[in-house]
């Protein structure tokens, strides 16, 4: 039992020191800012007040830019979280794909023409019907539905390039 606490302990701490980080800092940044978390209660004790960078830095016999740097390190550990709505299970997956799709199309807008262009608002953002285009613009439904045919295969084809290897 003097033997497994400790051990066990010890490999729990170091999978969480070596694993538990989103963006992993270097090791000495690493062992830095968890120096600082260490020494932040007794400091904060001490001073009477919330330890600055300066602090810090003269409590742990390091530089400022040093435990700056610990510092912003940490945000690694911390990560700021996605908005309520993309985190939430299918309607975040929803979400994303939205964002997805909206930073994919604004990347070939401009290989579109301004008819194109015209054409993708008033089906795919309007939602109109393809009598209601006709209409606008003064062609006939046979027409746009041939031009939303040939604007759906350039789109295609233009999405396909991107996802190709670069040369």
Not at 4 to 17: Q, S
Not at 47 to 56: C, K, M, Q, R, S
Not at 91 to 101: K, M, P, Q, W
Request: aromatic share 4%.
């Amino acid at each position: 039992m003097a033997f497994a606490v400790p051990t066990i302990n010890g490999v729990l701490k170091r999978h969480l020191r070596d694993h538990a980080w989103t963006v992993r800092p270097p090791r000495s940044l690493l062992e830095r800012s968890l120096r600082m978390r260490d020494s932040w209660p007794e400091l904060a004790q001490q001073l009477g007040a919330e330890p600055t960078t300066a602090d810090l830095a003269r409590a742990l016999g390091d530089s400022t830019t040093s435990v700056a740097a610990g510092r912003e390190a940490t945000a690694g550990f911390f990560p700021a979280s996605l908005p309520d709505e993309v985190a939430d299970g299918d309607d975040g997956n929803r979400t994303l794909e939205r964002v997805e799709a909206r930073i994919l199309f604004k990347s070939i807008l401009n290989q579109l023409t301004d008819d194109e262009r015209r054409l993708i608002q008033l089906r795919f953002f309007l939602r109109m019907s393809q009598d209601e285009i006709a209409i606008r613009t003064g062609t006939n439904q046979m027409g746009v539905s041939r031009q939303l045919s040939r604007l759906l295969t350039k789109l295609r084809s233009i999405i396909g390039s991107l996802d190709a290897p670069p040369c």
